[in-house]
């Protein structure tokens, strides 16, 4: 099949599925958001002279003030956590096994054993900007992420019963994955919503 998967221009641009999806719309192109969606060469060179400088931003994320979302810890306990706790419960993956989210803590009640994160649509094929992922004891693969307001990164996973559900969370680390994806929601999908109706940004200014 001929044409480029808008995924594989995603990534190689560091730019969202949205935001690509909103610009040939723009451009009068009306594409599907979706990261199987694929674009002719025209559409592509398009895109690419457009969001060119973002690949340079990546090469260089230290330009970027994104410490308000790294936490210092000991990333040798995280990655033993992660690998004794890895998806329990093996939700299905509805975005696949590569791909992660950012979003914050809502709330999490230790005696209920549930909760809520706040995140948005940056990377996902939906038209609404803001969601709240449902999250209880098995989603956390860090105990230390369910304190409220605190910055995550997680997966998203569909019960038995249909319901969206948040998994494999841990807090955003100081490494290079969690950079290259918080670069992602640098500008259009920086903002998250607090259970206050709050929007907190992701980013520290310049």
Known sequence: MDGIRLNKVAKELNV???TIVKFLAKEGYEVIANPN????????TMILDAFKNNQE????ASKIAIPKIIDSIDLTCLEERMKSKTNKGNVKLVYGENNYFIGMILFFDSIKDFGFIASNNCGMPVQKYKQDFYVNSDSFVDVFAKKENTIVVFQVGKQRNGRLKAVNVRKIAAKEEDYK??????????MIENKNGEKIKLFLSN
């Open 57 to 60: 931003v990546e090469d260089d």
């Open 181 to 190: 994806l918080a670069l992602k929601y640098y500008g259009e999908y920086e």
């Open 37 to 44: 969606t694929r674009i002719d060469e025209s559409q592509y």
């Open 16 to 18: 969202g599925i949205p």
